[in-house]
């Protein structure tokens, strides 16, 4: 997600949901995509984080496992498919007023992948969706977090034992 996602008319009989102030955590997911030497950038272009450079990513939406709906944003935001092969990690993100509450609070999952296929166009809520090298890349993003995980993801490419093309998180469904 490391961006924001626009909000979705709840449906009738749901009740809206206030992602200012809210009352629990929502889970925000996101791919850090690779092409060769290359990272797959993000640019918002809706508030709150209008023209901030960031990595594909949304809301997770119900129903959908948290690796879908990472491939489902990263397509929406840019054109692009890709194939995830590992979970980077789990990202807390809680930002606090000036008076110490909650303001915003979001979970983030987040998933290193390779690119498929797709020509990166932006779409969703993105203004601009590019191609950068790996060594340029914390010269476009600002939250410490988003790089860290970036270069987390380039380590696990060329890890001994990295996860193969295919490795997911399995799903569980109770019904």
């Known amino acids: 997600m490391h961006g924001q996602q626009a909000e979705r008319p709840a449906p009738p009989g749901a009740t809206a949901v206030n992602r200012d102030y809210p009352d629990r955590p929502f889970v925000g997911v996101g791919v850090v995509v690779f092409r060769g030497d290359d990272v797959l950038l993000v640019q918002r272009g809706k508030p709150p984080r209008l023209n901030t450079w960031s990595i594909p990513g949304g809301a997770q939406h119900v129903g959908e496992t948290a690796a879908e709906g990472a491939l489902r944003e990263l397509l929406e935001e840019t ?11 789990v990202v807390d993100a809680i930002t606090r007023d000036e008076a110490g509450r909650v303001r915003f609070h979001y979970t983030l999952v987040d998933y290193v992948a390779e690119w498929r296929a797709g020509t990166a166009m932006p779409g ?16 476009y993003v600002a939250w410490p977090e988003t790089r860290r995980v970036i270069r987390r993801a380039q380590a696990m490419r060329h890890a001994p034992g ?3 093309p295919g490795a997911r998180g399995a799903a569980v469904n109770e019904s």
């Open 79 to 89: 054109s692009i498919t890709a194939e995830i092969v590992g979970l980077i990690d």
């Open 124 to 139: 969703d809520d993105v203004a601009v969706c590019r191609w950068v090298p790996i060594a340029a890349a914390e010269t």
């Open 162 to 164: 990295a996860p193969g």
